[in-house]
């Protein structure tokens, strides 16, 4: 069997779609735990505080890391036309 040269079909954008992955932050249970108790207080905070601190210290402690982002599209984008070839220009 010879080796034949593969050609992509050409293609407006090549693109890989990232994973729908949500990060959850980990103060979101503490917060609904507040939101709970001023929704029972009626908006008095007298039997809250120690939700709020909570909340407090986990927002100070809990900072969110910025995820790096792929760079697999920028390589795809940029080696795609080594692989397609040359193509004839459109009239």
């Known amino acids: 069997m010879s080796a034949k040269n593969f050609r992509l079909p050409p293609l407006p954008r090549f693109r890989v779609k990232s994973a729908n992955k949500q990060q959850v932050h ?35 402690t809990n900072k969110r890391v910025k995820s790096q982002k792929s760079t697999l599209n920028y390589h795809m984008a940029r080696l795609y036309p080594k692989i397609v070839g040359p193509q004839k220009p459109h009239m």
Do not use: I
């Open 26 to 60: 980990p103060c979101n249970l503490v917060m609904s735990s507040v939101l709970g108790c001023w929704a029972s207080q009626g908006h008095a905070t007298k039997g809250c505080e120690a939700f709020e601190q909570a909340l407090r210290t986990c927002m100070d």
